[in-house]
C-alpha cells in the first residue's frame, strides 16, 4: 500500500520568514496530493491541494510543489504569521471513485511573532 | 469550501456502553464517507470508508463488529462504537467527499472518553 513520509515533524520560523514541508510517497500510481491544516481540538481543514498532472500551485501565501519523478510534493509558506501556527498534514491517494488518502505523520508548525 | 459536521463534539461514557457519533455534510451530496481515529500527537489513521447504500469497508486491524458504520443516506453518516472500554478513548472524524472529486472535506471531531 501507500506510504507517505513527512519531514520536519516540528519547525519553528519566526514571524515572516518562510515555511518548508516536505513529503514523500510510494505508490507511483497516487495523482492527488492535499495538504491540510489542524488546529488543536479540530479537525484538519483543506488548505490547498494539487494533482499530478500539474507541477506547481499557488494560493495568496500558500504554495505546493509536485515533483512525479522523486516522488516527493512539498508545502511552502511564505510571510509567516502567528497564525498559521498549527499541524500540517500531507496526503497522497489515487484518482479512484473511493478517493482513499493516506497521511503523514504532520509538522507542528510554530510562528514566533 | 463544503461544509461537513459532526455530533456531538465531544461525549463522556461508562465502559460497556455503546456511543454513536453523527457525520453531516449539508452543502453537498456525499457519496463516500470516511471515519479516522486520532491519538493525541499522532496522524490520522483511516478506520474505514463508506458509500451510501452499501457495506463499509473496513482497514485492516479495525473490528467491524466493535465500529458499526451506517451510511444511511447521501448526507448521513453514523458511527457507533459498541461496547466501549478506556481504550477506544480518542478523537474520532469523519470526511466527505462528493462525486467523481477526490477532494475531502472534513467534520470537527468528536472526543470521545471511556470512563
Known amino acids: 500500500g501507500e506510504n507517505v513520509e513527512q519531514h520536519p515533524s516540528t519547525l519553528s520560523v519566526q514571524e515572516g520568514d518562510s515555511a518548508v514541508i516536505k513529503c514523500t510517497y510510494s505508490d507511483s500510481a497516487s495523482n492527488y496530493f492535499p495538504w491540510y491544516k489542524q488546529e488543536l481540538g479540530k479537525g484538519p481543514q483543506l488548505i490547498i491541494d494539487i494533482r499530478s498532472n500539474v507541477g506547481e500551485k499557488k494560493d495568496q501565501r500558500i504554495a505546493v510543489t509536485l515533483n512525479k519523478t522523486a516522488k516527493h510534493f512539498s508545502l511552502h509558506i511564505t510571510e509567516t504569521q502567528p497564525e498559521d501556527s498549527a499541524v500540517y498534514f500531507c496526503?497522497?491517494?489515487?484518482?479512484?471513485?473511493?478517493?482513499?488518502?493516506?497521511f503523514g505523520q504532520g509538522t507542528i508548525l510554530t510562528v514566533h511573532p | 469550501g463544503a461544509v461537513v459536521s459532526q455530533h456531538p463534539s465531544w461525549v463522556i461514557c461508562k465502559s460497556g456502553t455503546s456511543v454513536k457519533i453523527e457525520c453531516r455534510s449539508l452543502d453537498f451530496q456525499a457519496t463516500t464517507m470516511f471515519w479516522y481515529r486520532q491519538f493525541p500527537k499522532q496522524s490520522l489513521m483511516l478506520m474505514a470508508t463508506s458509500n451510501e447504500g452499501s457495506k463499509a469497508t473496513y482497514e485492516q486491524g479495525v473490528e467491524k463488529d466493535k465500529f458499526l458504520i451506517n451510511h444511511a443516506s447521501l448526507t448521513l453518516s453514523t458511527l457507533t462504537v459498541t461496547s466501549a472500554h478506556p481504550e477506544d478513548s480518542s478523537f474520532y472524524i469523519c470526511?466527505?467527499?462528493?462525486?467523481?472529486?477526490?477532494?475531502?472535506?472534513f467534520g470537527p471531531g468528536t472526543r470521545l472518553t471511556v470512563l
Open positions: 496526503a497522497a491517494g489515487r484518482g479512484t471513485s473511493y478517493g482513499k488518502l493516506t
Open positions: 470526511s466527505a467527499r462528493g462525486g467523481l472529486t477526490d477532494t475531502q472535506y
